[in-house]
């Protein structure tokens, strides 16, 4: 049977998907439908290419009332900038959840997950930062480490942005571009505990594998966003700070136990025996969130496949209603 | 940076790529090299979606020497024929083996799903059927039996053809559509174990979550190739016969196990402390194969993310030869 399959361009998704307090709104929403535990979320599908140095993971899930579902891919191939490509693509396939046909290919580059991470950032922001903020700081430097501060400051209005990287020159190129976007004063920082110790909100968006935040550096009315670590063997914060917090949170119990700060966590022989809250159950009222101005409170992201099911359907009803993507009849 | 993406029809992918001796030799070469140990192909991905009475299958594998390997979306959502929609469909997905760029995204409602796992049956036949098949026999009245016996034919020129389904006018009409596209006398028989007496090639290409293949059915010089189960529930085979065949080759052991006739003779106690050969296996010639003409053999297929690689790879090759498809700049 011939039918519509809408293919939309990264272009076409930058025009129809910014981020803004409605993609936020999105993302939130799906946090809490996954924690009201009617969402379908299998494991996400990994694979590992070592011979280029490359990797893809797709993940999905199954939104109830949604009237489709994402299936998305993101490779990461990481000698790509040698050639001159980003390292992270990917793309969207929307099906239907009634009847499993292809609606829409969404050929972001990734361009969604950027958003749809960084969002999970504003929503973490919304619900466990201090209502003050004035100092933001992100350790790390990459497309990422803008965005979620672009993201934080949807939530936060802070003054301040301190901005930390292994290099110090990506670290000044992130702050000059913060300063540009945001209008904020933002400032390259050559000590991370100094960005720690000076900030009320801190991302940290790096691929680290040893921790970079010292459980020393915390200090009341903190709150972090880690959203680096993804992979097994990734790992940002140090253990015996996830036990400090007054609060740890994750998006996901089950993967952050096993590609989060949790799981580097559960291997040093801490925040075992208990169950974490996950954000979607802070959202949905059902666990506490921050209690005093005062706490110290960690938020783990992995990202999940909710958050692709939810921003590629936003992503595709925007592009009709706007008449953007082209049609392929099949 | 701009690059072109293939989109691939189902039309044009029906012109590119047929099930004839190319493609069963690409998917002879996708085992071979699956059995060499160098082929990276993760678990499958799979999500259940019961209100809507369906499921998706992801699959993927890179095999080396390849410049591109495939992710493969297959949905099955089984209240699609009351509305007057095919059960299966799905798309391929070709990324770059090197960058992880999306090459090209071949919108094919699962026909090279149909044709690749056919082609798997002619390479069975190829090498684990005797020599001569008189007659050949199969279980099951779907898209898929059709297929099995027209590879099989590829192999074997048998002149008499059995067809068994549950609904016997389902059996007539399978019979009628072999008849014309083979020119081979094709009848439908409302006794399976008489298909099975009768034959020395059998396919089963049922959806069975009990055996239709009865132990005491088996007889020197048959071979038999299960293709239907491809999920925990699924069993076509009574375990026993796995025993009593002179010969079990498992497409891939780690997803029969979980998968084919093999988790179900595991299950039932047997089959249990050896590892069966893999068909690659037998094709490389590292394990023998059928041994006498008065051999009983069972090659159990899954269905592997190896063979999806292959024959996406050779679609986009014939494509690009022939100029088909169109070209999306993004």
Chains 1, 2 share one sequence.
Not at 26 to 48: C, D, H, K, T, Y
Not at 60 to 89: H, Q, R
């Amino acid at each position: 049977m011939a039918r519509d399959i809408y293919i939309l361009t990264e272009t076409d998704l930058r025009h129809c998907v910014k981020l803004g307090p409605l993609t936020v709104n999105v993302i939130e929403e799906a946090f809490r439908l996954l924690a009201g535990g009617q969402v379908i979320m299998p494991p996400i599908l990994s694979m590992q290419i070592p011979e280029a140095h490359g990797e893809v993971d797709v993940k999905t899930a199954y939104l109830p009332g949604l009237d489709g579902f994402a299936i998305k891919v993101s490779p990461g191939f990481f000698n790509n900038p040698k050639l001159g490509l980003a390292s992270l693509s990917g793309l969207m396939i929307v099906l239907s959840a009634k009847t499993g046909l292809v609606e829409a290919v969404l050929l972001d580059n990734g361009y969604l997950t950027d958003v749809r991470t960084a969002a999970a950032g504003a929503v973490a922001a919304r619900h466990l930062a201090p209502e003050i903020v004035e100092t933001a700081g992100v350790l790390g430097t990459g497309a990422q480490a803008r965005l979620q501060i672009e993201a934080a400051y949807l939530e936060r209005k802070f003054r301040r942005v301190m901005v930390w990287g292994r290099k110090h020159e990506h670290s000044e190129a992130c702050a000059r571009d913060i300063t540009a976007k945001l209008n904020v004063k933002a400032e390259a920082i050559a000590d991370a505990g100094r960005v720690l110790r000076e900030s009320q909100l801190v991302v940290t968006a790096t691929a680290a594998s040893e921790p970079i935040v010292k459980a020393e550096w915390l200090h009341p009315g903190l709150h972090i966003t880690a959203m680096g670590s993804d992979q097994a063997e990734k790992n940002e914060i140090e253990p015996s700070a996830l036990e400090q917090a007054d609060l740890y949170v994750s998006d996901r119990v089950s993967q952050c136990e096993k590609l989060g700060e949790l799981r580097a966590a559960h291997a040093a022989g801490l925040m075992n025996g208990k169950t974490p809250p996950e954000l979607g159950e802070i959202i949905a009222g059902e666990k506490a969130g921050r209690r005093l101005q005062s706490d110290i409170t960690i938020c783990d992201l992995t990202g999940t496949g909710a958050q692709d099911t939810a921003i590629a359907i936003h992503a595709l009803q925007a592009a009709r209603t706007e008449g953007k993507g082209s049609v392929i009849k099949t």
